[in-house]
């Protein structure tokens, strides 16, 4: 929550001045003298990675001006966020009445704090240097699964003589990022041997699934000057890692009518596919078949039309050569008529 509001309220380029802190024997802290300063991203650094309660209270020296109030931040941060089983004592963590949570709420907390990505580039470091400050100083994380699987990308390892030992981690193994939570562990073996049992049983409940085979057809456009409809077909699957339980759908974008010239595999359209509503990807679709560019003959209605068109200018020219016969006809009778007068 710390590093959450320091996110939120502090530029990460903005220097703050160490305040004097006294830490205990058994305390994690980076070593900093009281009024130097560093930039709130190497306090962040010294934070995450070493637990440094030192920097910690400078963080919340900087973002409120001072412990207690920093703490009321903390908590009105809690209850905005929905963490309804969270309360904070002091910005560092240490063992009191007041500062507990879950593993539910840490887990809401770790992945609100995920959506920043200066936080997923700090925990994900196995070690760095803070420049800031009166001396350079090379930090290490304590986060010793991330050391170990090359998954795990983040995210707080933490020790109390009251929590035990505890670590919120975080991995993403063939696209799909976990987060799991650890609290009250015997040691830093059994919080890292329980964190990857248990992401090992999330990632069981994923495997890959498809919403369409390749060149399976999705669609059919109409098609100008033909009574066949033009199969759409999709031009590869798209595999994605998910649940049983998640929804997988594909929606198709195609054009309402087709006119040739078409060759068969030319894109016409795509489909969009969905999990539980969320877009993970596009596939082309494509012809099923080629189409040719339509002759005068189709553009004016086919052959039956033609046919009759043709039809009906004979019968016309059959009239007209009737018409003109009984003419002719009558114009004869009438000459003769006129010669016997």
Same mark, same amino acid.
Request: hydrophobic share 45%; net charge negative; glycine share 8%.
């Given at each position: 929550?710390?590093?959450?509001? =320091?996110?939120? *309220?502090?530029?990460?380029?903005?220097?703050?001045?160490?305040?004097?802190?006294?830490?205990?024997?058994?305390?994690?802290?980076?070593?900093? !003298?009281?009024?130097?300063?560093?930039?709130?991203?190497?306090?962040?650094?010294?934070?995450?990675?070493?637990?440094?309660?030192?920097?910690?209270?400078?963080?919340?020296?900087?973002?409120?001006?001072?412990?207690? /109030?920093?703490?009321?931040?903390? @908590?009105?941060?809690?209850?905005?966020?929905?963490?309804?089983?969270?309360?904070?004592? @002091?910005?560092?963590?240490?063992?009191?009445?007041?500062?507990?949570?879950? =593993? =539910?709420?840490?887990?809401?907390?770790?992945?609100?704090? %995920?959506?920043?990505?200066?936080?997923?580039?700090? #925990?994900?470091?196995?070690? /760095?240097?803070?420049?800031? +400050?009166? #001396?350079?100083?090379?930090?290490?994380?304590? @986060?010793?699964?991330?050391?170990?699987?090359?998954?795990?990308? $983040? #995210?707080?390892?933490?020790?109390?003589?009251?929590?035990?030992?505890?670590?919120?981690?975080?991995?993403?193994?063939? +696209?799909?990022?976990?987060?799991?939570?650890?609290?009250?562990?015997?040691?830093?073996?059994? %919080?890292?041997? *329980?964190?990857?049992?248990?992401?090992?049983?999330?990632?069981?409940?994923?495997? *890959?699934?498809?919403?369409?085979?390749?060149?399976?057809?999705?669609?059919?456009?109409?098609?100008?000057?033909?009574?066949?409809?033009?199969?759409?077909?999709?031009?590869?699957?798209?595999?994605?890692? =998910? %649940?049983?339980?998640?929804?997988?759908?594909?929606?198709?974008?195609?054009?309402?009518?087709?006119? +040739?010239?078409?060759?068969?595999?030319?894109? !016409?359209?795509?489909?969009?596919?969905?999990?539980?509503?969320?877009?993970?990807?596009?596939?082309?679709?494509?012809?099923?078949? +080629? !189409?040719?560019?339509?002759?005068?003959?189709?553009?004016?209605?086919?052959?039956?039309?033609?046919?009759?068109?043709?039809?009906?200018?004979?019968?016309?020219?059959?009239?007209?050569?009737?018409?003109?016969?009984?003419?002719?006809?009558?114009? $004869?009778? %009438?000459?003769? /008529?006129?010669?016997?007068?």
């Amino acid at each position: 929550m710390t590093a959450f509001l =320091a996110l939120r *309220e502090l530029p990460l380029d903005r220097t703050i001045p160490v305040p004097p802190y006294s830490a205990a024997p058994a305390e994690s802290v980076a070593g900093l !003298i009281e009024g130097e300063r560093l930039t709130v991203r190497d306090l962040l650094v010294a934070m995450l990675l070493p637990s440094a309660n030192d920097a910690a209270a400078t963080v919340a020296s900087g973002v409120s001006g001072s412990q207690e /109030a920093f703490v009321t931040e903390m @908590n009105a941060a809690a209850a905005d966020l929905g963490l309804d089983r969270t309360s904070f004592a @002091n910005p560092i963590g240490l063992d009191d009445p007041l500062n507990f949570s879950t =593993a =539910a709420d840490l887990a809401d907390l770790t992945l609100e704090l %995920r959506e920043d990505r200066t936080f997923r580039e700090i #925990v994900a470091m196995p070690e /760095a240097t803070l420049r800031s +400050g009166a #001396v350079e100083r090379v930090v290490v994380t304590r @986060n010793t699964l991330l050391l170990a699987d090359p998954s795990v990308d $983040g #995210v707080k390892t933490g020790h109390t003589t009251e929590a035990g030992y505890v670590l919120v981690a975080s991995a993403k193994r063939e +696209g799909v990022p976990l987060v799991s939570v650890v609290l009250g562990a015997a040691s830093e073996a059994a %919080r890292d041997a *329980e964190t990857a049992e248990l992401l090992e049983y999330g990632y069981s409940l994923y495997e *890959e699934r498809s919403a369409f085979r390749e060149e399976e057809e999705l669609a059919s456009a109409p098609v100008s000057y033909e009574e066949t409809p033009l199969g759409l077909l999709a031009r590869r699957e798209l595999p994605v890692v =998910a %649940r049983e339980d998640q929804e997988l759908e594909a929606e198709v974008d195609a054009p309402p009518i087709v006119e +040739g010239p078409i060759d068969r595999g030319e894109r !016409i359209g795509r489909a969009t596919v969905t999990l539980d509503g969320e877009v993970v990807g596009t596939v082309p679709l494509v012809a099923a078949r +080629g !189409i040719a560019e339509p002759t005068w003959v189709d553009r004016i209605g086919g052959p039956l039309v033609v046919a009759g068109i043709v039809a009906l200018a004979v019968v016309i020219l059959l009239a007209v050569a009737l018409v003109l016969r009984h003419r002719a006809r009558d114009s $004869g009778r %009438r000459s003769a /008529a006129r010669r016997r007068a």
